[in-house]
C-alpha cells in the first residue's frame, strides 16, 4: 500500500525508472482494486499517449477487449502487429517498443476486427486510406515549415480539366500561383504526380506558401497532377504515353496559359511511391524539360536504373527513403544512389526514421524544395527580387567555341563563366567586367574541342552564384 501510494505521488514527474516501476508493481501485485486505483490515477496524470521517452516507447490502451494489437509502419501494416499484454485484473494493456529517437511513424490498433486511432493520442496523419496516429519520437525535428499560420501571404489554386490526346482521357489539375504572381516575371515550376494527393494529404499548397513566407525558397509555381490508371501510367504499360502527355502537353500548357521559366534548370518533377517512379522516368526522358527531380520512397524500374547508369544526364537528383518503409524499395533507392554516385550526378540523398506514409513525405518535402529553389541573396533582391540572376539562357557549341546568349536580370559589376563537366572539373573560366542588366552575347573559349554531352555552365558574381545544366550534342 505505501509503495503504491508513493508511487502515485510521483507520477506528475514521470520518468523511464518510474514508468518502469509502474509495470513492476502492476505486474507483481495481487490485488485488483489497488491496481485499478493505481491505473486511474496515472491515467489523469498521464493524459496523452503514448509515452516516448529516449529510445523507448509506452503505448497503452485500457478498455475492455480480449485482445489489442499495435500495428503500423514498424510492422508493414501486418494484422499480427504486436500483442499488447493486459495486466492480470485490469483493462489496461501495453506494449513497450524501441525506437530511433528521432522517428515518426503512423500506427494504428487492432480491438477484435476493428482497426482504431489509438484513443488517447491527439496527434492523428492523413493516409491513403484515412486518418492513423502518429508517433513522434523525443528528437523528432520541430519543422516550422508545417505549422499553419493565418498570417502569411497565401497563393491562389486555379483548377481545370485537362484532355489527353496521347492517353485519350481526362483529369483534373491544379495549379498553384505564388502570392502576388506577376505575368512580368518568370518563375520556376514543380510537377508533382498523384497531384491531388500532394494537394489534399501532404499540404503542398501550404508548405510552399510558408517556405516562401520564411524566405527559404523563391516564389514557384506547382502544377498538381492525378493519375488516372495509376500503376500502368507510373509503372506499366502506359508509362510512355504518360510521359508524352506531362513532356508534351501539360508542360506546354503551363508554359502557354502561365507565366513560367522555360529553362530546365528552374523546372522539376516529384513524386512518392510509384509516383516517384514516373517522376524519374519524366526528367530521364526529358532532361531539356526537367533539370530536376524528387522521388520520395520510391519504385526505381529497371529502365530508370540503367537510363542514369548508361547515359549520365545534366539532372539535379533528390531521392529518399524510410527506415521502415516497403522492404522491397529500400535496396532499390540505395541501389540507385549508387548510381547517381559513381556518375557524379548533383543529388541529395536522405534516409529517414519513418515509413512509407504521406506523414514522411510531407515532413520531408522542404528538403527538395529548398534544394531546388533556394531564395535570391538578399543583397541581389530588388524590385524584381524573384527573378533569377540568368534567364533565357541559349547556348551553342562550335569545335572550341561556345556562343551565349542569356538575359542579365540586375547590372553586376563583374561575371565569371565557367564551364564544368559533370565531375566538376573546370574546362574553362572566362572573367567579364561590368555588365547592364538586360541582353548579353558572350563567348567561351576552350583549349581543346570537346565530345557531346552532359556539362555545367556556372555563372557567378561576388555577390551569388547560379549552376545550369547544359547538353551538348
Same mark, same amino acid.
Given at each position: 500500500m505505501r509503495i503504491f501510494i508513493a508511487f502515485l505521488l510521483s507520477v506528475i514527474s514521470l520518468n523511464a525508472n518510474e514508468i518502469e516501476s509502474f509495470i513492476s508493481l502492476l505486474n507483481s501485485n495481487a490485488d485488483s482494486l489497488m491496481k485499478m486505483k493505481a491505473i486511474d490515477s496515472f491515467m489523469i496524470v498521464n493524459k496523452t499517449f503514448p509515452i516516448a521517452i529516449d529510445t523507448n516507447c509506452y503505448f497503452l490502451f485500457r478498455g475492455k477487449a480480449d485482445r489489442i494489437i499495435l500495428t503500423g509502419d514498424h510492422t508493414q501494416w501486418s494484422q499480427r502487429g504486436d500483442t499488447m499484454k493486459r495486466f492480470s485484473g485490469t483493462d489496461l494493456h501495453m506494449v513497450k517498443k524501441t525506437f530511433p529517437a528521432d522517428a515518426r511513424l503512423d500506427y494504428k490498433l487492432i480491438n477484435g476486427t476493428n482497426w482504431i486511432l489509438d484513443p488517447r493520442n491527439p496527434l492523428t496523419c492523413p493516409g491513403g486510406f484515412g486518418p492513423n496516429s502518429e508517433l513522434r519520437m523525443p528528437a523528432y525535428p520541430d519543422q516550422p515549415e508545417l505549422i499553419g499560420n493565418a498570417d502569411i501571404p497565401k497563393g491562389t489554386i486555379f483548377d481545370t480539366t485537362f484532355t489527353s490526346k496521347a492517353l485519350n482521357n481526362s483529369r483534373a489539375i491544379k495549379v498553384y500561383l505564388p502570392p502576388d504572381y506577376s505575368p512580368m516575371i518568370q518563375y520556376p515550376v514543380i510537377l508533382f504526380h498523384d497531384g491531388i494527393d500532394y494537394v489534399n494529404l501532404a499540404k503542398a499548397p501550404a508548405i510552399i506558401d510558408r517556405l516562401i513566407a520564411m524566405n527559404r525558397i523563391r516564389p514557384i509555381i506547382a502544377v498538381f497532377v492525378p493519375a488516372v490508371n495509376r500503376t500502368p501510367e507510373y509503372a506499366g504499360n502506359s508509362i510512355n504515353a504518360f510521359t508524352s502527355f506531362i513532356n508534351e502537353e501539360v508542360m506546354l500548357w503551363v508554359d502557354t496559359r502561365f507565366s513560367t521559366s522555360r529553362e530546365a534548370i528552374w523546372r522539376a518533377v516529384a513524386g512518392a511511391s510509384n509516383g516517384g517512379n514516373i517522376a524519374l522516368y519524366?526528367?530521364?526522358?526529358?532532361?531539356?524539360?526537367?533539370?530536376?527531380?524528387?522521388?520520395?520512397?520510391?519504385?526505381?524500374?529497371?529502365?530508370?536504373?540503367?537510363?542514369? &547508369?548508361? @547515359?549520365?544526364?545534366?539532372?539535379?537528383?533528390?531521392?529518399? *527513403?524510410?527506415?521502415? =518503409? /516497403?522492404?522491397?524499395? !529500400?535496396?532499390?533507392?540505395?541501389?540507385?544512389?549508387?548510381?547517381?554516385?559513381?556518375?557524379?550526378?548533383?543529388?541529395?540523398?536522405?534516409?529517414?526514421?519513418?515509413?512509407?506514409?504521406?506523414?514522411?513525405?510531407?515532413?520531408?518535402?522542404?528538403?527538395?524544395?529548398?534544394?531546388?529553389?533556394?531564395?535570391?541573396?538578399?543583397?541581389?533582391?530588388?524590385?524584381?527580387?524573384?527573378?533569377?540572376?540568368?534567364?533565357?539562357?541559349?547556348?551553342?557549341?562550335?569545335?572550341?567555341?561556345?556562343?551565349? &546568349?542569356? @538575359?542579365?536580370?540586375?547590372?553586376?559589376?563583374?561575371?565569371? *563563366?565557367?564551364?564544368? =563537366? /559533370?565531375?566538376?572539373? !573546370?574546362?574553362?573560366?572566362?572573367?567579364?567586367?561590368?555588365?547592364?542588366?538586360?541582353?548579353?552575347?558572350?563567348?567561351?573559349?576552350?583549349?581543346?574541342?570537346?565530345?557531346?554531352?552532359?556539362?555545367?555552365?556556372?555563372?557567378?558574381?561576388?555577390?551569388?552564384?547560379?549552376?545550369y545544366p547544359v547538353t551538348f550534342k
Open positions: 519524366c526528367a530521364m526522358k526529358s532532361p531539356h524539360i526537367f533539370g530536376k527531380v524528387a522521388a520520395q520512397s520510391s519504385n526505381v524500374i529497371n529502365a530508370i536504373m540503367t537510363g542514369y &547508369d548508361s @547515359d549520365p544526364k545534366p539532372i539535379q537528383t533528390y531521392i529518399d *527513403i524510410g527506415a521502415y =518503409d /516497403i522492404p522491397q524499395l !529500400i535496396p532499390l533507392v540505395k541501389q540507385f544512389r549508387q548510381v547517381l554516385e559513381k556518375r557524379s550526378y548533383w543529388y541529395m540523398y536522405k534516409q529517414v526514421n519513418e515509413g512509407h506514409s504521406w506523414g514522411n513525405w510531407k515532413a520531408n518535402m522542404n528538403e527538395y524544395l529548398e534544394f531546388f529553389f533556394p531564395p535570391l541573396p538578399s543583397s541581389v533582391k530588388s524590385n524584381q527580387e524573384s527573378l533569377p540572376l540568368i534567364m533565357n539562357l541559349h547556348y551553342v557549341l562550335d569545335s572550341s567555341l561556345i556562343q551565349l &546568349d542569356f @538575359d542579365l536580370s540586375i547590372p553586376v559589376k563583374g561575371l565569371t *563563366i565557367m564551364l564544368m =563537366d /559533370i565531375q566538376g572539373k !573546370i574546362l574553362t573560366e572566362s572573367l567579364l567586367t561590368a555588365r547592364e542588366r538586360g541582353q548579353q552575347h558572350e563567348a567561351l573559349l576552350l583549349d581543346k574541342p570537346i565530345s557531346s554531352g552532359a556539362y555545367f555552365l556556372q555563372f557567378r558574381t561576388n555577390k551569388t552564384m547560379f549552376t
